[in-house]
Nanobody, 123 residues
Framework: QVQLVESGGGLVQVGGSLRLACAASDTFSGRAMAWFRQTPGKEREFVAVISGPGGSTSYADFVKGRFTIFRDYAKNTVYLQMNSLKPEDTAVYYC?????????????????WGQGTQVTVSS
């Protein structure tokens, strides 16, 4: 059982930056890792994903050019660097992992989830 622990959320002003981290309890070099987010009353939505070996990435259109996903294999950690934050980025952000390296954009494609970290962007 892989455990994922997110950190780095908080309150930031419009235009500011935050870096989220997701530490995995197990070696995850062969797994696709992703970030999703969710607001009250809405479905969980895809933000970004990074594949297993090779580290190819894919982003939701609404974060392209502002967010960057990357991973540190030595630390078993995946990060989400968020720049130029907007009020609509306010959400609980979740880290997710698959058992395989191939990326996916749907929540049901993921086998393991973190507990979530709150990001609030104030205007």
């Amino acid at each position: 059982q892989v455990q994922l622990v997110e950190s780095g959320g908080g309150l930031v002003q419009v235009g500011g930056s935050l870096r989220l981290a997701c530490a995995a309890s197990d070696t995850f070099s062969g797994r696709a890792m992703a970030w999703f987010r969710q607001t009250p009353g809405k479905e969980r939505e895809f933000v970004a994903v990074i594949s297993g070996p090779g580290g190819s990435t894919s982003y939701a259109d609404f974060v392209k050019g502002r967010f960057t996903i990357f991973r540190d294999y030595a630390k078993n950690t995946v990060y989400l660097q968020m720049n130029s934050l907007k009020p609509e980025d306010t959400a609980v952000y979740y880290c997710a992992a698959r058992r395989i390296a191939v990326v996916a954009r749907e929540p049901y494609g993921y086998d393991y989830w973190g507990q979530g970290t709150q990001v609030t962007v104030s205007s």
